[in-house]
């Protein structure tokens, strides 16, 4: 019996032990939880009084009042300085691992709409308490685990057709009519933000959508007793036209377009940072950017320097389409060809937040887009992806890209990796005439090569990745995959996702 108790008393102490830390667990994780919850509601609290302090402002102004417009460089806090120009020689080999520690795949619900196409990526975007998935097709709601809540919005589209072979989006104007949204969404706490167009009654609208309501009454169909109605969730938050709508007319009635989806993915043209203020890239006058009140009334407008001058070349040469994105309710863009990137703040400051330094590599816009200026030696930024840690940039040298350069092997594609920790840029050691080649190989699990967009970066500074079951399966299978000197174990969980996917399952990878 002595042994017994000497055995049983041990266990009796670890059990209790065990349980009394697994209360404490919990309750740490509830406490936490509750922390993560509270800071959220400290946040959306402190926006909603500066969202208010301005709307108190604008509505003391008299009518027509415009703001001076303010290009603003903080002293305490200048831009930062990404030097190009004198780092061509710092080349570094990265892998995954070098900025990323994780991954996660999160599998998307199929949606209860077996109408709607599930053929090409979803874009990803990022709430506090969801994850929006749209494309070319309309856009859905799901909870973090990638269960289907709502959809938004249905497309309706004609003379439209998806080349799935190519990754090509066909438009004939001949037939062309679009109702529904834009790919491009952003969020403010517990509201949703999208641009709804309507070509035939020319409707064009910011609407706003509380996520936290199940959408029941939501009209998804056009209804021709009603046509100004909209096909869609939400309200109307800014009406682009000011009522005054004009139906769809294409510049060439019988001309087509075709572009890949992922293009559209990275514009924004549209923004709202408040209920306030609107702002647009889309300027008639050629401005850079211009800020609106929510009655279209103008409240600052940023002169755009780089124009062509008394350009006499007949065809023009274009591939700087400049950068735009969100980070933190916040809009960044650069201009084209322009080497600074902005943050705008309401009403009228825009702030300069990084310089990219190209030195004797810059060129102008009068030069780039003459076809027969000679390009070799010049840079130009193309890609730009801002993560908490680190910037990933793409840019182009010798030569535009395009099908004649890649055959010729006269432009170079370069990337590069500046840490904001270390504040220093180092470039991806890449072979740059290798057009093909993917990085930065994944050493994590041995799937999927990972260099982000900026529309790929979430609000928890993740790298969000779209696939298809197709692509994973692909992947699997494939010598690269099999051959990877990933951990093993990390590789079977891909292997394991593989087989419970369909070829058209919608998956989100999240490289944290």
């Keep these: 019996m002595r042994y017994f108790f000497l055995i049983i008393i041990p266990l009796l102490i670890l059990s209790s032990c065990k349980n009394k830390s697994m209360k404490l667990n919990e309750n740490d994780l509830a406490q936490k939880i509750l922390s993560e919850e509270e800071i959220l509601a ?24 415009r703001f ?13 300085v990404i030097d190009i120009a004198n780092r061509m020689d710092s080349i570094k080999e990265f892998k995954l691992s070098d900025v990323a520690q994780s991954i996660e795949y999160i599998k998307m619900q199929n949606l209860p709409d077996s109408s709607i196409a599930n053929n090409i990526n979803y874009k990803y975007y990022m ?50 009519a679009k109702i529904g949204g834009s790919p491009n969404v952003w969020s403010r706490g517990g509201q949703l933000y999208y641009n709804y167009r309507n070509t ?48 769809f007319k294409a510049p060439y009635p019988n001309g087509m377009s075709s572009f890949s989806p992922q293009n559209t993915y990275q514009y924004i043209g549209i923004f709202t940072p408040d209920r306030n203020t609107y702002f647009s890239r889309r300027s008639r006058k050629g401005n850079m950017l211009e800020i609106f009140n929510t009655k279209g009334d103008t409240l600052a407008e940023f002169t755009k320097f780089e124009r062509l001058v008394n350009f006499k070349a007949r065809a023009i040469r274009g591939f700087d389409y400049g950068t735009q994105y969100e980070k933190d309710g916040n809009y960044y863009f650069r201009s084209d060809y322009n080497d600074t990137i902005f943050r705008v703040i309401p009403p009228n400051i825009i702030k300069p937040e990084y310089v990219i330094k190209l030195g004797k590599h810059k060129v102008s816009k009068q030069d780039a887009s003459h076809p027969k200026f000679d390009l070799k030696g010049k840079i130009v930024p ?32 370069l990337y590069a990796i500046y840490s904001k920790k270390n504040q ?39 790298i969000m990745v779209s696939l298809l079951g197709r692509d994973i399966k692909e992947k699997v299978n494939s010598d690269e995959f099999k051959n990877s000197t990933a951990p093993a174990a990390n590789k079977e969980k891909l292997i394991q996702l593989a087989k419970t996917c369909s070829d058209t399952d919608q998956v989100l990878m999240l490289v944290k």
């Excluded at 509380?210 to 869609?232: H, M, R, W």
Aim: hydrophobic share 30%.
């Design 42 to 65: 400290q946040k959306e609290e402190l926006r909603l009084k500066k969202e208010q302090e301005l709307a108190d402002s604008l509505a003391k102004l008299p009518k027509g009042f």
């Design 68 to 80: 001076e417009s303010v290009r603003k460089t903080d002293a305490s806090n200048p831009p930062i």
């Design 127 to 176: 709430t506090d308490k969801h994850i929006v998935a749209s494309n070319l097709y309309g856009i859905h709601l799901f909870t973090k685990n990638g269960e289907f809540k709502n959809t938004i919005v249905k497309n309706q589209l004609s003379g439209v057709k998806y080349k799935e072979d190519q990754n090509q989006v066909l438009v004939y104007y001949s037939e062309y």
């Design 200 to 247: 035939n009654t020319g409707q064009n609208y910011i609407m706003e959508v509380d996520c936290s309501k199940d959408l029941i009454n939501t009209q998804y169909q056009f209804d021709p007793e009603n046509p100004l109605a909209v096909s869609g969730a939400g309200k109307v938050l800014v009406d682009l036209n000011r009522g005054q709508n004009k139906p």
């Design 382 to 413: 193309q890609e730009w992806a801002d993560g908490k840690d680190f910037i990933f940039i793409e840019l182009t040298a010798d030569d535009n890209y395009c099908p004649n350069s890649r055959k010729k092997k006269s432009v170079r594609m």
């Design 424 to 462: 220093k840029l180092n470039f991806v050691k890449y072979d740059p005439y290798n057009y093909e080649m993917d990085l930065l190989e994944n050493d994590i699990d041995g799937g999927f090569a990972v260099w982000p967009s900026s529309y790929m970066v979430n609000r928890e500074n993740n």
